[in-house]
């Protein structure tokens, strides 16, 4: 598969400046500041294949829109370089600004007061489509978003789901080959949420765009990502599948017991009790030693039932943004 | 062709924000001559006790006034400068750098929506009040007018490119409302829509006619008047000199202060 997206060694820092507190402090920015720099990106290098829908996750602040506003030409890198589609963001022109799309979840590109449509035509215009290919374009996404009925209300007036239903449809209108989305489902309920996913899972499928998507919201990024990239603090520390990286930091489960009589049980080996009383406990085990665990508990209690539970997705990836080092 | 294209979609969904709320819309055609009337009554006043001000008589004082606002209003449009100096702090102007048009061209199409939307409304302002107060109007016709439809378009377009030029320094300095306020105040006193720039001292007027500001408001209207003497062929030239050097100099700041441009808020 060949690599649309070339990363090599980006590094971005940002000059900010700290203003003592009160209003003494504020008279004083007036005349002198002291001047801090941020590295906000550091030394990052990765390559995404054609077609490929990857994750960019991270803590708050961990650089990931940095990054994509690098990709896009928004800011300039400090030092490194990029290569998407053949060009180098920080120097590309319209012809490559009208082979990708941004969606921002928290700032829209749509004409507040208009409807969408409006926003739509602009597009067209703005982006030089062809009527035919446009009113394609238009039927196929609106059908798919199922947002038709509100084609002709004002943006302001819509829900927070419509909104990003019609942000995404118009950044696909000139069929970009490269779609970078920063929290697309930031706000929305589960419902829309799962829609969005859904949607962008087909436009991938049918339109062979390569997605970059930053979400914090890991139902997104396990859905729609079967490769991953962590960023903490600037810096890389996971390129991979998933699943793999799950894999690793599911060390331990949890163990639900339900006793058919009051019990005071103990395991002999190194499993953690998280709650107990007489007719409950639960227990942390290893992931190594669930089935001696659980063999050991049928055999020694009374069992009414017994669930075991894995890490939720987010507690585990939390896991992941504390970890020091880079993660193999 | 493209960029025609572009810059009237652009304009053309200015106009279509400009009339989406009816009541303002309505409100801002039946005010647009609230204006006129308060400068009716104060001029007015001025010349109760004088036949003349300067070389001006109340009619003639009167059409300078109704014109001078009606074009103030139009060539003082600069919701672009203020709309792209809003956006820098918000972070939202990142927008426009990921589309494929040029940034001054993206704002020239806003400033065209708004300024041709003005246009019509000051057109309809100054119809009905020559209709209403035809004593006080002073035309004279002849085939030199014809040199307006240049004039006023041309001021507009400098205008333009120097409010546009100046919401540049929001990407260097992230805060501007200042700047534009003392920009505004400027401009309306040097182009002479406060008060005629004949009554300011002739040194004075006449460093202004180096500047593009004179050929603004105040020339075009003294023009119509014929109370002036310099070729229009030299107001446009002066005024075509210096939208180039302001379009220049937009396009130099743009480049080099895109790397201050930091995409903050989002």
């Known amino acids: ?51 490929d829908i990857v994750g960019l996750i991270g803590p708050n602040g961990a650089g990931k829109t940095t990054l994509i506003k690098m990709l896009t030409g928004i800011v300039k890198p400090t030092s490194g370089g990029a290569v998407v589609l053949g060009y180098d963001p920080a120097h590309a022109g319209n012809e490559y600004k009208r ?31 062809e009527e035919g290919s446009f009113l394609k374009n238009v039927h196929w996404l609106t059908e798919l978003f199922e947002v038709v009925p509100f084609l002709k209300v004002p943006v302001r007036q819509l829900s927070l789901g419509e909104r990003m239903k019609m942000e995404i449809i118009a950044s696909l209108l000139h069929d970009p080959s490269v779609l970078f989305l920063d929290e697309p489902t930031i706000g929305l309920d589960a419902i829309a949420q799962r829609q969005i996913r859904d949607l962008l899972r087909q436009v991938n499928r049918e339109k062979k765009v390569t997605i970059l998507l930053t979400s914090h919201y890991m139902k997104d990024i396990h859905s729609l990502c079967e490769r991953v990239i962590v960023i903490r603090q600037g810096r890389k520390i996971y390129d991979g599948q998933l699943e793999r990286l799950l894999e690793q930091y599911k060390e331990s489960v949890n163990i639900h017991l339900r006793f058919n009589q009051p019990t005071q049980w103990s395991p002999t080996f190194s499993a953690q009790p998280l709650e107990m009383d007489a007719y409950h406990a639960v227990y942390q085990v290893p992931k190594s030693e669930t089935q001696r665990f659980l063999h050991s508990a049928l055999t020694a209690c009374d069992l009414a039932d017994m669930r075991v539970e894995e890490k939720e997705l987010d507690e585990l990836v939390e896991t992941i943004y504390s970890m020091e080092g880079e993660t193999e | 062709m493209n960029t025609v294209k572009k810059v009237g979609g652009i304009a053309a969904i200015t106009w279509k924000g400009l009339l989406i709320y009816r009541a303002d819309a309505w409100l801002n055609i039946v005010f647009a001559g609230a204006r006129v ?17 300067g070389d001006y008589t109340l009619p003639m004082m009167i059409t300078y006034a109704v014109f001078s606002t009606q074009l103030a209003q139009l060539q003082h449009k ?35 929506g708004a300024w ?148 903050v808020g989002i």
């Open chain 1, 1 to 51: 598969m060949q690599s649309i997206i070339k990363v090599n060694n980006l590094c971005k820092d940002y000059t900010f400046f700290e203003k003592e507190e009160g209003l003494r402090g504020s008279l004083r920015s007036l005349f002198t500041r002291q001047m801090q720099s941020r590295r906000a990106v550091d030394d990052f290098s990765f390559t995404i294949d054609n077609h």
């Open chain 1, 99 to 129: 082979r990708f799309a941004l969606v921002m979840g928290q700032k829209s590109q749509l004409w507040w007061d208009l409807p969408a449509g409006e926003t739509f035509r602009l597009n067209q215009a703005i982006y030089q489509i």
């Open chain 2, 37 to 53: 009337i308060l400068t009716f009554l104060l001029w007015s006043a001025v010349f109760s006790a004088k036949d003349r001000i």
């Open chain 2, 78 to 112: 600069d919701d672009h400068a203020w709309q792209l100096a809003s956006e820098v702090r918000a972070g939202t102007f990142s927008k426009y750098l990921v589309h494929p048009f040029s940034i001054t061209g993206h704002f020239f199409g806003l400033w065209l």
């Open chain 2, 116 to 263: 041709t939307h003005q246009l019509l409304l000051s057109l309809v302002t100054i119809l009905v009040w020559a209709l209403a107060f035809w004593r006080y109007m002073v035309i004279p016709v002849n085939a030199d007018l014809v040199w307006l439809l240049i004039l006023v378009p041309l001021g507009g377009v400098f205008m333009m490119a120097f409010n546009h030029a100046v919401s540049l320094a929001s990407l260097k300095f992230t805060e501007i409302t200042g700047l534009l306020i003392f920009k505004s105040n400027l401009v309306e006193f040097f182009s002479g829509a406060l008060i005629p720039l004949q009554l300011l001292p002739d040194w004075f007027e006449r460093v202004l006619r180096i500047t593009p500001f004179y050929y603004v408001i105040y020339y075009p209207v003294n023009f119509l008047l014929g109370a002036e003497n310099q070729p229009p062929l030299r107001a446009c030239l002066v005024l075509a000199g210096w939208t180039l050097v302001f379009v220049l100099a937009a396009r130099y700041w743009l480049r080099s202060a895109h790397r201050f441009y930091e995409g």
